[in-house]
């Protein structure tokens, strides 16, 4: 009898161990199962890549209207300057100021804008001696007349972090794309037909513009280095002859630029 209740003692535990251990195992995931758990910890706070997206599209338009409320949609600029070089152009020119030109600008956003304008300016040379392409007789005074049209690239620094002086003015880095018309009149040789032709170069720099009347006028200031393949630039016309003193080997030289602008704005 004791024997009895020993082995029903051990039939219950047995039962109550296996009991659990089956019923965990027929609960066990299927694969269907284990899919849907994956989709739930994916779907946890919904969609990243959506909430990314529509944070970006909140911000933008948090952006566009700003702009549109506060910003310029485009700008028309008159300009006065000079123009100067360096090397042997800038050794044989005299410079006749003012440089003067016209441009345009529209703005994409408070930092972009694009530009299309041109400028004129006028200089001169002067051979009173002989030269390898004048020779017996000296040139004499030879009229330069320099016409560049231009697109350029603004982008306008971010300065709303910084003091107020500095916001007001309005720094900017640009960069240009430049055609230059560049003719030659021989004064003193009136048989001779002028030197006519053209180079393409780039103009980088930085500018200010100081706020007359906010988004409607500005008085601005721009300083740019030009880099121009002039048709004349390895021109051996007014190279000194052999004894002479007078002349340059060629006409090379880089241009700078100091224009200041009275624009327009809405």
Known sequence: MKKMNSLSILWLTL??????????YSQAPTPGDLNAIEDDDLNIGGDIFSDFNESLDEAQVV??????????????????G???????RGSAYENDPPTYGLGINWFTDFQTAFGLGFEYSKHHMFFGEATEGFNPNAVGFVDVNMLRVYFSYRYYIDTSNLGT????????????????????????????GNDTGGGFGFGVGFGLEFPIKLKESYLGVEFLFHSVNFHDKFTQTYAPIEGGTTGFEDLTGNVYTTILSYVISW
Do not use: H
């Open 63 to 80: 952006e566009d209207e700003r702009f549109y409320r506060y910003g310029r949609f485009f700008s028309f600029s008159l300009m006065f």
């Open 82 to 88: 000079l123009t100067t070089f360096d090397g042997n």
């Open 15 to 24: 039962l109550l161990v296996i009991a659990p251990v089956s019923k965990s």
């Open 165 to 192: 002086a500095i916001t007001y003015s309005n720094p900017y880095f640009t960069g240009r794309m430049e055609y230059w018309y560049v003719t030659n009149k021989f004064v003193d040789q009136s048989e001779l």
